[in-house]
């Protein structure tokens, strides 16, 4: 069975740095595309970017990039979404997702429980 | 970047009514990658159409996709209550991917 089990909530102030996580099993990691999904309070659903962790080729929505770093360890089948500097503004619950299939144009067939992310003084 | 605008906002339906979703896209979806994902409150999103028209798997025979180009169709045949949720469409033929805004589906 394919599952992705993200990282627990967060509470973190602003400034601090944070990287959260998204380990996969039930499949070949390295061979399917993980994307993560912002979803601020009440608001729908954001694209940020995607990963491939075979060869770690990553794309970024260009209103991310800059803003947080994907990355991927196929060593512990795990993907990651990270910050250098939060801002309140990051507030949000983070999904990652799975293509259904390993092409790169692929619908996410498969989705983590979410992370909530808290950013308070 | 392709914008997709979903109608209407909310759609509020008797149980047994069809239930019609549009999706509208800022320019040709490529090869008709779209897909459109279910999210009930508290839940992560659920792949129900992908390829425009393909059901996922386990996904009842209620929920139909239509369109083509530009413009996309979610039907819900005959609503149930277990259908209360919001249905975004996504297109994942181009990059950076997108999704619409959303529709809310409520029952009356």
């Known amino acids: 069975e394919v599952q992705l089990v993200q990282s627990g909530a967060e509470v973190k102030k602003p400034g601090e740095s944070l990287k959260i996580s998204c380990k996969g099993s039930?499949?070949?990691?390295?061979?399917?595309?993980i994307a993560w999904v912002r979803q601020m309070p009440g608001i729908g659903l954001e694209w940020m970017g995607m990963?491939?962790?075979?060869?770690?080729?990553?794309r970024y929505s260009p209103s991310f990039e800059g803003q947080v770093t994907i990355s991927a360890d196929k060593s512990i089948n795990t993907a990651y979404l990270q910050w250098s500097s939060l801002k309140a503004s990051d507030i949000a619950m983070y999904y990652c997702?799975?293509?259904?299939?390993?092409?790169?144009?692929?619908?996410?067939?498969?989705w983590g429980q979410g992370t909530l992310v808290t950013v308070s003084p | 970047e392709i914008v997709l605008t979903q109608s209407p906002g909310t759609l509020s339906l008797s149980p047994g009514e069809r239930a019609t979703l549009s999706c509208r896209a800022s320019?040709?979806?490529?090869?008709?990658?779209l897909a459109w994902y279910q999210q009930k409150p508290g839940q992560a999103p659920r792949l129900l159409i992908y390829?425009?028209?393909i059901r996922a798997t386990g996904i009842p025979d209620r929920f139909s996709g239509s369109g083509s180009g530009t413009d996309f169709t979610l039907t819900v045949s005959r609503l149930d209550p277990e259908d209360v949720a919001v249905y975004y469409c996504?297109?994942?033929?181009?990059?950076?991917?997108?999704f619409g805004q959303g529709t809310k589906v409520e029952i009356k």
């Open positions: 320019q040709s979806v490529s090869s008709n990658y």
């Open positions: 390829g425009a028209s």
């Open positions: 996504q297109q994942y033929g181009s990059s950076p991917r997108t």
């Open positions: 997702a799975r293509g259904l299939s390993g092409s790169y144009v692929s619908p996410s067939g498969y």
């Open positions: 990963i491939y962790p075979g060869d770690s080729d990553t």
């Open positions: 039930g499949y070949n990691f390295t061979n399917y595309w």
